[in-house]
């Protein structure tokens, strides 16, 4: 399949501009200097960054610039396009039962190990980036994430 990087540029882009939109009705989170609107914005910004970022190199490229997915040639393409979605699934069903930390770590652990990144330093950076993520969103931002085990030695 060939699929042009100015289109999908663009694509970001308005979805990128719907997201901002969107959050631009979240209601404000009383005692706080910053709303619920804060995140989405800012990933609508990190969106239509990067569509920017894909069209300006489309057009750059020239005429009918049409980039190849090369990498759904690769063996075992799909199988790892199954695996993250599986992931994705498994998070949510996890988180709840098992916490946020352990259930993130698992995943994120399995997607490093999709991308072919070894082992220990695949648990090690997802294990990192759990406790930072949960930290951030339970001190910082004072939205609960799912508790478990490793959270309640946390806090």
């Known amino acids: 399949m060939r699929f042009s990087d100015l289109v999908l540029g663009l694509l970001l882009i308005a979805g990128a501009a719907l997201l901002f ?11 706080q200097d910053y709303g619920a609107a804060v995140f989405p914005v800012l990933t609508a910004a990190g969106i239509a960054g990067c569509g920017f970022i894909l069209a300006v190199g489309s ?9 190849q997915a090369t990498w759904i040639r690769e ?3 799909g199988l790892r396009a199954a695996a993250t979605i599986g992931l994705v699934v498994a998070d ?20 490093f190990l999709l991308v ?12 990192g ?15 609960p994430l799912p508790r478990g085990l490793v959270e309640g030695l946390l806090l």
């Open 75 to 77: 063996p075992g393409a």
């Open 129 to 143: 980036a759990s406790v930072a993520t949960y930290l951030a969103f339970n001190l910082l931002l004072r939205v």
């Open 92 to 111: 949510i069903v996890l988180a709840p039962l098992i916490g946020f930390v352990l259930a993130a770590t698992l995943v994120l652990t399995g997607l």
């Open 59 to 67: 057009v750059r490229a020239g005429p009918f610039p049409l980039a």
């Open 21 to 31: 939109a969107a959050a631009a009705h979240l209601p404000p989170v009383p005692g």
């Open 116 to 127: 072919r990144v070894s082992p220990v330093k695949a648990l090690a950076i997802a294990f």
